[in-house]
């Protein structure tokens, strides 16, 4: 039953963080690191990201999500369109370059997944949420410096 609950909780995640990348929404810096912190504290605390029976396997494999997590967080943060309102207010949202970069994580998680499975890891949603976590600090990082380095629009009335 707790697997299961666990599971439910990943899939509900994944929608979620799927949807609000691909639905415009507004750059608000305070936000950044809110998601992100919830879910490592998550996995950390609630997900057992290390099997105790394989713990220096268990914690390279998961060494090695997070490295590959942090640079894909890299690639979507950069595939995210980026645009300045009329109003001056920053907005965002994925492109289909954004969903390729996604779906190269998932697949990168899946293979870091299917290595540990065949060496006998067990371990719980914690890596996959600190993994998930690990990318979307990364690519709010990428959009925080690609919204300050856009230009202001200053508009003269006369």
């Known amino acids: ?50 099997d105790t029976h394989h713990q220096m396997l268990s914690a390279g494999l998961l060494a090695g999500e997070i490295l590959a997590a942090l640079l894909l967080g890299l690639g979507l943060g950069a595939t995210m369109r980026v645009w300045r309102a009329p109003d001056g207010s920053l907005w965002s949202r994925g492109t289909w370059a954004t969903f390729g970069v996604f779906l190269a994580s998932v697949a990168v998680r899946g293979g870091m997944g299917a290595v540990g499975y065949a060496a006998g890891v067990k371990t719980g949603s914690g890596a996959i ?8 600090l990364t690519q709010n990082a990428v959009l925080m410096w690609r919204a300050r380095t856009m230009p202001v629009r200053v508009s003269v009335n006369l």
């Open 1 to 50: 039953m707790h697997e299961l609950l666990n599971g439910l909780v990943i899939v509900a995640v994944v929608v979620f963080v799927i949807v609000r990348r691909f639905t415009a929404r507004r750059v608000d810096e305070s936000r950044f690191l809110v998601l992100p912190l919830i879910l490592a504290v998550i996995g950390l605390t609630r997900g057992n990201p290390l």
């Open 129 to 136: 949420l600190l993994s998930v976590a690990a990318w979307m």
